[in-house]
């Protein structure tokens, strides 16, 4: 894999013409994505701009009722079919989470339903809100030639939640921008192995083994700027999905697109594509559920990325190459590796812990009473929601599971 002069990136160095739409500045990211549709859209951003408001004051579903029923045949360019997918996911969540868990819609109206299924199509996406909607597409910088941080980005769209929503997304975005260097690097250690140059792999591993801890410290920025108790009480229904979800067991009917109700997982973590690049990279297996649970993410990626993934699984193995070989630094590069993955997927669970854990089994003690504005959020949140991730999962078995099979690959002499 190189990146080409495109800035694009691809697995071999000539056989393949498709681009992975991997930035070399912005990794899987968006680059600069779009604020506005063509004017015959509006329609749909006049809604999707407004879905906090519209939420808090049971409104939405009837704005959205109201919506006519447009044409998806003019978004002609990606970033367009980007920010159509963008709205209309987030105006489909606010619709059938509006009153909660107890008061959901099984039916999402055709003119809603049908566009976001032909955008969806074309894009290779789900007709549900990806982390590839919240996170990659969902950014802009409040000025174009100020930092990529905190302080000068904004989201497009939003959901309920105020500050801690705009502070779950742009840091899972900064999470994303922390591992550019690791992606870069990725073909430098498929190469160096083909080649057998020990050397090479380790510089590499070892500028993977920072991003990798750039990534846990960008992450750490989550308990600044999200409130645990707003994320469980308010936010995470939102993110939640209609499949493994006791709230909707019969799934969504998509009206005018199938005859049937579908079901779709919400966004989660495991719709990135960095950790199973790492992964793929370095040889860790997930078996069972969670490994089941992963796979079935990736169908909830760009095609690209998903792409990508399943190209560098097909690749030399790195870690028979380091056992191969009698090079300290390799050895060392290639543990840190793989310490430094499992230190950031330990730190996901306490993150977890702290947001969902934490605030359910407060919840369940609290529920019934009222003492204070956010012991009364806590315990309006969905009850059938409180041992699972937004995607669907038993949240903490899963990723317990994947840190622990991330250490199962560590090289004999070092674990």
């Not at 809603?112 to 894009?123: A, I």
């Amino acid at each position: 894999m190189r990146l080409a002069p495109d800035g694009n990136s691809r697995l071999t160095s000539s056989s393949r013409q498709d681009s992975y739409y991997v930035s070399e500045e912005l990794g899987f990211i968006l680059p600069e994505p779009l604020e506005e549709l063509p004017p015959y859209y509006q329609p749909w951003m006049d809604v999707a701009l407004r879905i906090p408001e519209l939420v808090h004051s049971h409104k939405l579903r009837s704005h959205i009722n109201k919506m006519p029923l447009l044409s998806s045949e003019f978004l002609q360019k990606h970033r367009e079919l980007r920010l159509a997918h963008l709205a209309l996911s987030m105006m489909t969540m606010g619709y059938v989470w509006q009153e909660g868990e107890n008061n959901t819609v099984e039916m999402l109206p055709c003119n809603l339903s049908v566009p976001f299924w032909e955008v969806s199509q074309r894009l290779g996406f789900p007709p549900v809100l990806t982390h590839a909607d919240g996170v990659l597409a969902n950014w802009k910088k409040k000025d174009p030639k100020g930092p990529f941080d905190m302080e000068n980005l904004e989201l497009l769209v939003s959901l309920p939640g105020g500050e801690s929503v705009r502070g779950f997304f742009l840091v899972t975005l900064l999470v994303e921008l922390a591992a550019v260097p690791a992606l870069r690097s990725i073909p430098t250690v498929i190469n160096g192995v083909r080649c057998g140059d020990t050397e090479i792999v380790a510089r590499a591993l070892e500028d993977i083994s920072q991003s990798i801890q750039d990534m846990t410290d960008a992450l750490k920025l989550m308990q600044v700027y999200v409130d645990p108790a707003v994320f469980y009480g308010k936010m995470r229904i939102y993110l939640s999905g209609w499949k493994d979800n006791p709230c909707m067991p019969n799934g969504l009917m998509y009206e005018g697109v199938q005859t049937e109700p579908m079901e779709y997982s919400g966004g989660s973590a495991a719709q990135s594509s960095l950790l199973h690049c790492f992964d793929e990279l370095l040889g860790v297996s997930h078996e069972g559920n969670g490994g089941s649970f992963l796979t079935r993410m990736r169908d909830y990626m760009p095609p690209a990325h998903k792409q990508l993934i399943q190209d560098i699984s097909l690749q030399p193995s790195l870690r028979s190459f380091v056992q191969q070989q009698t090079c300290d630094r390799l050895n060392q590069a290639f543990h840190h590796c793989v310490t430094k993955l499992m230190a950031m997927r330990s730190y996901h669970i306490n993150v977890v812990s702290r947001f969902i854990t934490v605030p359910a089994a407060r919840a369940r003690q609290l529920r019934n009473q009222s003492q204070s504005s956010e012991v009364e959020m806590v315990s309006r949140a969905p009850t059938a929601l409180e041992e699972k991730g937004t995607g669907g999962s038993d949240i903490m078995t899963f990723l317990k599971s994947v840190r622990d099979e991330t250490k199962d690959i560590l090289l004999p002499e070092t674990s």
